[in-house]
């Protein structure tokens, strides 16, 4: 396309003997010398992780791949019980959900936390407190709940979080965003006066951004990451199904509600 | 639902301070002590792999990852062009393409040669010839494609196959499937008079069988590889677009066919 | 393409002041003049349907459009649950249900119908009843359950059949794939001993047949139909939610299973 | 579920002879006396269209169907080149790009329209010039385009909008969203000093406004429309393919570009 000077693609290439991913040869360089996370990480950042980062995205990889029968699961499940011929088709269905409500905390908190590190006049903890400051002022005024405070179970801790937090320290990456993110909590548990835990979704948004990574991407590594554990349910689906048993709880607990005939 | 004792589900269970998946803490024993690949490989399996299983389950999902401009990539990126507003719409509409053709090869390639290696009196190198002839003749009189051999571009070798053997080997894990797949190339050999190279979806079908997977859930783990690629298709796509340049290539170079009328 | 010469679509095309559909002038043929149904049988077909013909297939369409809490339309609301952000997303996810195992009887019932009707010498009684007698043989040899016949509620008859067949009788379209259905049940009611009533899907592949679709598109139609639907369950699901509640059923109805601890 | 009293749903119910769709009874009230278009109304509205009604919509149904190789037809047929074994994968896949970008102009539109109308005094000509005034100068302050206004091909004027004005003014159906896009518009050329044409997607969704479906719905009847031009493309892929010309067409015309080794 003659004036489109600027189309390219650097996901890959092949030649007879060779295939080429991001500027790396697959075969020599990728295949048998990196884990699958690294690779995840290669394919968006076009670059291979440092050892303290690979180790910060497989724990975020690995922490959101799923904690059980969430609506998403659900969905490819039902979806898996009428289709069984086409197993991506049970996956994007599931895939499908995860959106804003739930797994979209991830990118919502990215976005706070890189905006907040770049209104910041340098990552020094009065600066970022000053962030904080600002950033919870911001969404109460807007009355909307901060992305990455509160968990309907995980309290007053979620112990991902715990985790999160002392693996970075570990490894030496407890970066300007994940700092921001306690700042925040820290701040609104003074303005609202009640302590609100940073959830896992949160404190992942927070960790990819420390990594680098553009917050409307960060939901691009949950729905890999998800991706696992919606294959590990379909794969129990076939061994031992609920698809059915859910639809039948449905009919039995929602009812027909006869609507007033109303003639057009 | 009292009628269904055996409803249950190991994925995941969650109190206020632990989540469990698949028998395991996933904040004590899984976050920064397990990669990615791990993972996924426990949500299914159940079980965490041994480190050469882990090197070669990696391996697998690096390798499917992504090579370049598929249909399945075009599929996610011209989405994305229509619908920007959601990743996993972009994503799962690619996914939705990793069917029976192209990564559908993987499971095909598995069921192959799980059902030889079943056949065959014992993983003795003649008991495994003796089962690569009768598949062979089996598709043949089928004249149906023998599932991971061959590959348009990659001839007479498929560069990720020779490296994935090789590392099977040096990490001793070149089980009965991957030598049954060998066996087969040979004798499509000897009864074509052509060789066929051993393509990587197919290598990636063998192994996955040597660690233990059903051919059924082989599909799963390219998907989960493929998804990863596609993010990486997707972040490009907001960087260096090439969605409404294939829209305009496809309106230039596909005509408008004025079809006969044919009043009902 | 130099090499494909014959890329072309009838599909559509635009001047600055027409747009063209299947060889239709859409704002001066089609918009105010057709109704939808007969949009639909256009876009597949490259004609528009005779009055009768219109009459069935809209027939089909209302027949199959919904009929309550079915899984397609619990996937649909658990996806729009988690991502509200994309209506389309949701529709899609609940399409990705209508598979083999439900909607799929509408193409496997055409599948067999067609396949009868060719193989009869004629479409006299005699030659479909024979016809119907190698189907029932054939299906009942392979074990395999027959398209279109059986139903877990609507017993001894599927009201919809009665209707749809009534109508076909009413506008003189009761062609020679719904009378060898209707051969081919009695024929299963001789063979097994047990009246299976003709279900509603097995009908609409009937019709489509008669309407001289191929079978491998039958199921188009009923996507298409089902879409309406999925639709009204969506904005039901604005209205009245039931996505967090079937969640909360789910949670409460399946336990976790704690699995063996099987180290790798 | 106890604490959710207002669990229900008008979509369906099913006794051994009957289904009920919104109160209606489908065999003896639906089947064979209404067409498909006032169906898909039913299932939305809960009540059966008046015959201008139906008109309208029907009209709506039919102009959004299809008009030729847009992205998403595109998408769909690439999905269907990867995974024939799927209809529902590929009608999905292309449904998921109807997104904010295209068919998201309809119920832009209608929204845009049903907050001028309910903030205009009255639906008298000077009420809603007033308010086609205010909702201009709104979206031009925050530099955000008129939704419904503008066309890349149809200039001066769309026919399809120029051939529903004149239906609805038939069918005594001219409501004020209807009138009041056409102030809008000329209140944009008025204040840009130059005119932009009413587009199809924004009549539509003026339509749907005026049949008194909320814009947050009006989305799903332009993807129920559409999905009937994907089957046509579906169908037309199987007879006349272009997934993998379009494929070739990709791979030449988008260079891999090589990315700057940048270690981490």
Known sequence: VTD????????????????????????????????????AFLLVAGRLPAPAESTMFNAVLVTLADHGLTPIALAARLTYTGAPESLQG????????????????????????QEGVERA?????????QAAQTAVSDFRQRRAPIPGLGHP?????????????????EVEL??????????????TRAQLGKAL?????????????????????????????????????LWEETQRPIGRAIWELAEREV??????RNEG
């Open 153 to 169: 179970i995980h309290r007053p801790e979620d112990p991902r979080t715990t985790r999160l937090y002392a693996l970075a320290e």
């Open 197 to 233: 835990p940073i959830n896992a979704a949160g404190t992942c948004g927070a960790i990819v951004s420390d990594l680098g990574f553009h917050w409307s991407i960060a939901r691009g590594f949950a729905l890999v990451s998800r991706s696992a554990g919606l294959v590990g349910h």
């Open 4 to 39: 489109s000077p600027t189309l390219g693609t650097s996901l890959g290439t092949s030649t007879a003997d060779s295939i080429t991913v991001q500027g790396y040869d697959l075969c020599n360089e990728l295949i048998g010398k990196v884990d699958f996370g690294d690779m």
């Open 255 to 260: 009812p027909y509600v006869q609507p007033e």
């Open 174 to 187: 407890l970066g300007p965003h994940l700092r921001l993110l306690r700042y925040i909590a820290d701040e």
């Open 90 to 113: 049970a996956l994007a269905s599931g895939l499908l959900g995860a959106g804003n409500v739930f797994l979209g905390i991830v990118d919502g908190a990215a976005r706070m936390l």
């Open 121 to 129: 006049a340098d990552s020094s903890d009065a600066a970022l407190r």
